[in-house]
């Protein structure tokens, strides 16, 4: 758990140690953007606690995050504007929404290995997903049921930077903007468009918005990815040897999942990464699901490059033969090594 001394609008402590360990770190001060529909539990001695529940009752939070040594700082914002008021190191901006397995702990230190790593500023959409008293695939279900929760959430969170965006000036207006699903937040997403939260958005609201390794069925995908449009351009990651993936759908009796393999008809608007290739099966098995970051994006420098352009907002050039293979299917590239 993550213990927050409340003081608004002065800073508040945030318990606990960093433990990123990757060869990727910075010079640039630790500074991360988050907003979360989590619910924040008031302690004894005037400390809260941002727990495994989505605040169905309550409103977005929205935090600035920084580090001084080894501990984490936070200091509460009102609204999502004045919250994107703090300088912050990079050009570009991502909006990052995790996947499950993500205690609001776990999901600073992930943000905080990316960001150094991809050299763009984070929006960390931070919602519960790691609840401590239940096993793997007990926290998969409740995850799945936080994730319809927190769509309301994301709607609003979106239509916030959707104004923010339209404003004279604005932070982002020099860089570019994506936004990054990853694993169960693709459900999220699937969800959003099916209730019609993403028809009051800008067209192309996001320069890229990336669909990674989703935890959605693969067969019938297109009819809601070509619904999408609130991006210039979609990408579909997906790797055949995601073990993650692979045991969700045998323990959860599904179809493919789009992350493992997409399923013809392919969605028109969409250009499909394959990483089967240079990732596939592998130990640690995690790395067969998360590559964007640690060990895959350490080991690869193709594979690190890729997503960092794509966090950044600009286009894939697949006429590198180093980089990329084309194949039959004319959207559809494979990622080498």
């Not at 979609?234 to 789009?258: H, P, S, T």
């Not at 060990?295 to 697949?318: C, D, H, P, V, W």
């Amino acid at each position: 758990m993550v213990f927050l001394a409340f003081l608004i609008p002065a800073p508040f402590f945030v318990t606990g140690q960093t433990g990123g360990n990757s060869q990727f770190q910075t010079d640039q001060p630790v500074r991360l953007l988050v907003v979360t529909d989590r619910i924040s539990d008031t302690l004894g001695g005037g400390k809260v606690v941002f727990i495994n529940e989505v605040d169905t009752t309550g409103s977005l939070k929205y935090l600035l995050v920084t580090m001084e040594g080894e501990s984490w700082y936070a200091e509460a914002y009102p609204s999502l504007k004045s919250l994107m008021e703090n300088p912050m190191p990079y050009r570009d901006w991502a909006v990052w929404v995790h996947g499950d397995g993500q205690s609001f702990e776990i999901s600073l230190e992930r943000a905080r290995e990316i960001q150094a790593l991809h050299k763009v500023n984070f929006i960390v959409f931070s919602w519960p997903t790691l609840a401590p008293d239940k096993g793997p695939i007990n926290n998969f279900k409740n995850s799945r049921n936080n994730a319809l929760l927190t769509v309301p959430f994301l709607h609003a969170f979106l239509h916030e930077i959707d104004q923010y965006r339209k404003m004279e000036y604005n932070r982002i207006q020099a860089g570019h903007l994506s936004i990054f699903f990853h694993s169960l937040a693709c459900y999220m997403l699937n969800e959003a468009l099916e209730r019609g939260y993403l028809q009051d958005m800008s067209v192309s609201l996001f320069d890229n918005l990336i669909i990674n390794q989703a935890a959605t069925p693969s067969l019938g995908h297109a009819d809601w990815v070509e619904r999408l449009k609130i991006q210039k351009q979609v990408y579909i990651i997906f790797n055949d040897g995601d073990v993650n993936l692979a045991g969700f759908r045998v323990l959860f009796g599904q179809g493919y999942q789009l992350g493992e393999r997409p399923l013809p008809p392919l969605a028109t608007n969409a250009i499909y990464l394959d990483f089967t290739g240079s990732v596939g099966f592998r130990l640690p098995t995690g790395a067969t699901h998360s590559f964007y970051y640690a060990t895959m994006a350490e080991k690869s420098n193709n594979i690190r490059e890729t997503f960092s352009i794509l966090f950044q907002g600009y286009q894939l050039r697949f006429a590198d033969p180093v980089r990329f293979e084309a194949t039959e299917e004319r959207q559809v590239f494979k990622v080498l090594f």
